[in-house]
């Protein structure tokens, strides 16, 4: 628990929160817990119906099995982390573009790391908005 003793419930998921925090210490928690593993595993499994036991995946069963995971986030990051567009995706996976084999698609055992970068870049630009003063919203009520 943090030093307010409070902690976040989503889908049975629980992690230890604080409101000072940032959008990215709280992501953070999430990438390090239990529950990111599991998370990511299913929804890879889903958006990937048919393409078992691939080793490659495409951009499109990478962007919906990143909206998945973001399903599956606990509701405290629910509320402030939306599900990336394609256009997030691109400019946040351009420096990992050396790491796509030339067939175009992503090897299936980097998307762990695929899915984190993808998800500290959002939530650190979630962070810096608020920073400069931005108005941000509950995502889960658009």
């Known amino acids: 628990a943090m030093e307010d003793g409070s902690r976040a419930e989503g889908k049975g998921k629980q992690f230890a929160t604080n409101e000072n925090q940032t959008v990215l ?3 953070e928690s999430y990438l390090a817990g239990d529950d990111f593993p599991t998370d990511l595993s299913k929804c890879l499994q889903e958006s990937g119906k048919g393409v078992s036991g691939t080793s490659i995946i495409s951009d499109d069963i990478l962007h919906k099995t990143l909206k998945g995971i973001v399903g599956e986030f606990p509701e405290e990051l629910r509320k402030d982390i939306p599900a990336p567009n394609k256009e997030f995706l691109q400019g946040a996976l351009k420096n990992l573009e050396t790491k796509k084999p030339r067939c ?8 762990p790391e695929i899915t984190q970068v993808v998800f500290i870049s959002l939530a650190a630009s979630i962070d810096k908005f608020r920073d400069m003063g931005g108005f941000t919203v509950d995502v889960t009520q658009m």
Request: hydrophobic share 45%; charged share 25%; net charge negative.
């Open 25 to 27: 210490s709280r992501l």
């Open 104 to 111: 175009g698609c992503w090897l299936v055992e980097d998307v």
